[in-house]
T-cell receptor, first 112, second 114 residues
Framework: KQEVTQIPAALSVPEGENLVLNCSFTDSAIYNLQWFRQDPGKGLTSLLLIQSSQREQTSGRLNASLDKSSGRSTLYIAASQPGDSATYLCALLNTGGFKTIFGAGTRLFVKA | ETGVTQSPTHLIKTRGQQVTLRCSSQSGHNTVSWYQQALGQGPQFIFQYYREEENGRGNFPPRFSGLQFPNYSSELNVNALELDDSALYLC?????????????FGQGTRLTVV
């Protein structure tokens, strides 16, 4: 059974800091992995989608990496800003599966 | 703006009642999935529809049911509401089956059961 864990559960950093959010999974037979952002009480915004054949994806100040062999993905945020404050969720689709499995998320607070 | 809209945004129901939540997907997105998100947790998969047929279901009882229509709209119906059904309900749409392509989420419906 696939399990997705995100560490830390919460993180507070000063503005301008570079930071890394972690996502680990127990079954490496995944089809893809997606990172989302969720503002309080709101829906999810897709940030980056990494297919299983890819190692990383970049969008602006965000870079996501995927290492299936170690069961890990990281989301790197450069030069963090107060507007980055939100919960960040990783989600993956198993090979041959039909449901996307989410981690519980990391709550990020960037202090001005 | 994801192009996926849900209604209503907030809803209060009494235990034992029935509720219908609605989702309007992006045009051309044949797959819609529904999720339940309890406070402080990640979304839990309820079920998925592809071209009006259910093609996957999570660990939710039969009182959770759905419909998908040809006009890219869909519904989540919950019968015999229980207090634990209080949560944020999210729908997501994508072009391909499952989440093989990028998924786009609506803003959610906050359901409170009292």
């Amino acid at each position: 059974k696939q399990e997705v864990t995100q560490i830390p559960a919460a993180l507070s950093v000063p503005e301008g800091e570079n930071l890394v959010l972690n996502c680990s999974f127990t079954d490496s037979a995944i089809y893809n992995l997606q990172w989302f952002r969720q503002d309080p009480g709101k829906g999810l915004t897709s940030l980056l989608l990494i297919q299983s054949s890819q190692r990383e994806q970049t969008s602006g100040r965000l870079n996501a990496s995927l290492d299936k062999s170690s069961g890990r993905s990281t989301l790197y945020i450069a030069a963090s800003q107060p507007g980055d404050s939100a919960t960040y969720l990783c989600a993956l689709l198993n090979t041959g599966g039909f449901k996307t499995i989410f981690g519980a998320g990391t709550r990020l607070f960037v202090k001005a | 703006e994801t192009g996926v809209t849900q209604s209503p945004t907030h809803l209060i129901k009494t235990r034992g009642q029935q509720v219908t939540l609605r989702c309007s997907s992006q045009s051309g997105h044949n797959t819609v999935s529904w999720y339940q998100q309890a406070l402080g947790q990640g979304p839990q998969f309820i079920f998925q529809y592809y071209r009006e047929e259910e093609n996957g279901r999570g660990n939710f009882p039969p009182r959770f049911s759905g419909l998908q229509f040809p006009n890219y709209s869909s519904e989540l119906n919950v019968n015999a509401l229980e207090l634990d059904d209080s949560a944020l309900y999210l729908c997501a749409s994508s072009e391909g089956t499952y989440f093989h392509t990028e998924a786009f989420f609506g803003q959610g419906t906050r359901l409170t059961v009292v």
